[in-house]
C-alpha cells in the first residue's frame, strides 16, 4: 500500500498531508482512473493542469491527491510532480534489477518477452515519463525485477528518462528512421537513443549492433548471444538458446529475437531457462502489435504504429506466413498488404514512404495503401479508410493472409502542425467481423 502519512523524507518535507488521506494501492495521473484505491495526481499538461480535476477525483473516493491545492485528503507540496519523480527515484532504488528497452521499433514486444522470461512486472502500454513515475512508484518495493519500456521522440528525453528509471540493464532493440521531426536525423537518433547504454549492461539487437561497435548484442547470426537452427513458418517460430528448446505459437522473426533478448536476461538473472522458455510460449503482446489471428483467413493486427524498419519486419514475416502465392484453383492463399502513412518522418517520408511501398510490393502478392501516401504504398490506392473497407470486402477470401499496419493517433510538427495517421485498427476489426460471420 502507498501511505501518504509514511513518505519518503525528501518527499514528505515541506509536504502537508490531510488528516483524512488514506493509503491507496496505485497512483493515477488521470481523474478518470480515480477510485477508492487510486489516488490521483495532479500533474502540468499541455493544455489544462491536473488540479483542474482533482474535485473529480475526489468525488470517485481518490484516497488521497498530491496536489499545490488545499483540499481534502490532499498530500499538500509545492510541486507535485517533482514530488512523484522524487517519489519514483525513492522507490526505484529499493530494486535490484530494472530493465529500459528503447529502439525505433520492437519495444513493446521486447518488454513483453523480457518480463514473462523474468517474471517481473512491466510497463503497461502508456509510457510516458508520469506513467513511468507511477509504475515504479507502485512496483519498485515488489521485490520482483522491472521492466520499463523507455521510448523517445525529441532530443534530451532519453537522459530525463535515465535520471528517472537508472536501469540495471539498457536495451536497443533496433535503430531506423522514426520521430525523425524532432530528432532530425538517423544519427541523432542513434545518439539519443544510445544514452540508454551510458552507465548501464548494454545489449542491442541484430539490426542495431551496427551502430553500437563493441556493445553486446542479441538475436540470430553473428551476434554476442545468438539463438540457433531458427524456424519460421506460419504456425509460429522455433529456435534453440543455450542448447534449450524453444516453441513461440504465431510470433515471427522479431518475436522471436525478442524471446534471445529475454532468455539471455534470464540467464544473467539466474532464472532456469527451461522455465523462463516455458513462460515464452504463453506471451500474447498488445493488440496492434503483430498480432496474429488465424481463421478461415488470417489477420495480422500491427495497426497500433508504425516506422519504415517496423513495416519492413512486419512485411517480411507476412512473406513466411502465407503458403507461397494464390491456390491453382484461385480460392486464396495471397499474402496481402494493407499500408498507412508513417508519422513523424520529416521532410524525406514521400521517399521513406515509396521505399517501404517497394518492399511491399515484394513480399506481398496484392498491396493495399490508403491515406495520404496511398500511391507510394499500394497498387492498390486508397484515398479513405471507407474506400479501403468496401474494396477488402470484395477483394479478400479464405486462404489469404492480411497485414494491416499503420500510425495512428496525430503528431506534431517542429511548428506544431498536426500530422494525422490512419487509425488502420477499424481495419482489423471489421477483417474479423466479415471473417467470423458478424457482419
Given amino acids: 500500500m502507498l501511505d501518504p502519512h509514511a513518505l519518503p523524507p525528501h518527499v514528505s518535507r515541506g509536504a502537508a498531508v490531510h488528516p483524512e488521506a488514506r493509503p ?169 537513443k544510445g544514452g540508454i547504454l551510458a552507465g548501464t549492461r548494454g545489449l542491442v539487437g541484430a ?5 553500437y561497435p563493441g556493445v553486446d548484442s542479441y538475436g540470430f547470426g553473428d551476434v554476442t548471444y545468438a539463438g540457433h537452427d531458427v524456424a519460421l513458418t506460419a504456425r509460429g517460430a522455433t529456435f534453440t538458446y543455450a542448447g534449450v528448446p524453444v516453441e513461440l ?21 539466474g532464472v532456469a531457462l527451461p522455465e523462463a522458455a516455458g513462460r515464452l510460449s504463453q506471451v500474447q503482446v498488445p493488440g496492434g502489435r503483430y498480432r496474429v489471428h488465424p481463421g478461415r483467413y488470417t489477420v495480422i493486427d500491427d495497426a497500433y504504429n508504425a516506422s519504415p524498419v517496423a513495416v519492413t519486419a512486419a512485411l517480411d514475416a507476412l512473406s513466411a506466413q502465407a503458403g507461397g502465392g494464390p491456390r491453382e484453383d484461385g480460392t486464396g492463399g495471397r499474402r496481402i498488404s494493407v499500408l498507412g502513412r508513417m508519422l513523424e518522418l520529416g521532410p524525406g517520408e514521400r521517399a521513406l514512404h515509396a521505399e517501404v511501398g517497394a518492399h511491399a ?25 471507407p474506400e479501403l473497407l468496401d474494396a477488402l470486402r470484395g477483394e479478400v477470401r479464405d486462404g489469404d493472409v492480411v497485414l494491416v499496419k499503420a500510425s495512428r493517433g496525430i503528431s506534431w510538427t517542429p511548428d506544431r502542425r498536426a500530422q494525422e495517421g490512419v487509425g488502420l485498427d477499424v481495419v482489423v476489426d471489421a477483417l474479423l467481423r466479415w471473417r467470423d460471420g458478424h457482419d
Fill in 24 to 192: 491507496a494501492v496505485r497512483l493515477t495521473w488521470d481523474s478518470r482512473e480515480a477510485s477508492p484505491e487510486v489516488a490521483f495526481v495532479a500533474l502540468p499538461g499541455e493544455k489544462m493542469h491536473g488540479n483542474t480535476f482533482v474535485q473529480r477525483a475526489l468525488d470517485a473516493g481518490a484516497p488521497f491527491v498530491l496536489t499545490d491545492l488545499d483540499v481534502p485528503r490532499a498530500v499538500r507540496v509545492s510541486d507535485a510532480q517533482e514530488a512523484l519523480f522524487a517519489w519514483a527515484r525513492h522507490e526505484r532504488a529499493k530494486n535490484p534489477l530494472v530493465v529500459g528497452i528503447t529502439g525505433s521499433a520492437g519495444k513493446t514486444t521486447a518488454k513483453s518477452y523480457a518480463a514473462a522470461a523474468l517474471d517481473a512486472h512491466y510497463m503497461p502500454v502508456f509510457n510516458t515519463m508520469p506513467a513511468i513515475a507511477c509504475f515504479l512508484v507502485e512496483f519498485g518495493a515488489s521485490g520482483r525485477p522491472l521492466v520499463v519500456e523507455m521510448g523517445i521522440d525529441r532530443p534530451g528525453e532519453m537522459a530525463e528518462l535515465m535520471a528517472l528509471v537508472r536501469p540495471d540493464v539498457g536495451v536497443v532493440t533496433t535503430i531506423g528512421p522514426a520521430h525523425l521531426e524532432q530528432l532530425g536525423s538517423v544519427e541523432a537518433i542513434v545518439r539519443e
Fill in 207 to 211: 539490426q542495431a549492433s551496427a551502430f
Fill in 249 to 269: 505459437p504465431l510470433a515471427a522473426r522479431v518475436q522471436a529475437e525478442a524471446a534471445v533478448l529475454a532468455l539471455r536476461l534470464a540467464q544473467e538473472a
Fill in 361 to 385: 510490393r515484394e513480399r506481398a502478392d496484392l498491396t493495399y495503401g490508403v491515406g495520404v501516401y496511398a500511391h507510394e504504398l499500394g497498387e492498390r490506392a486508397m484515398r479513405t479508410v
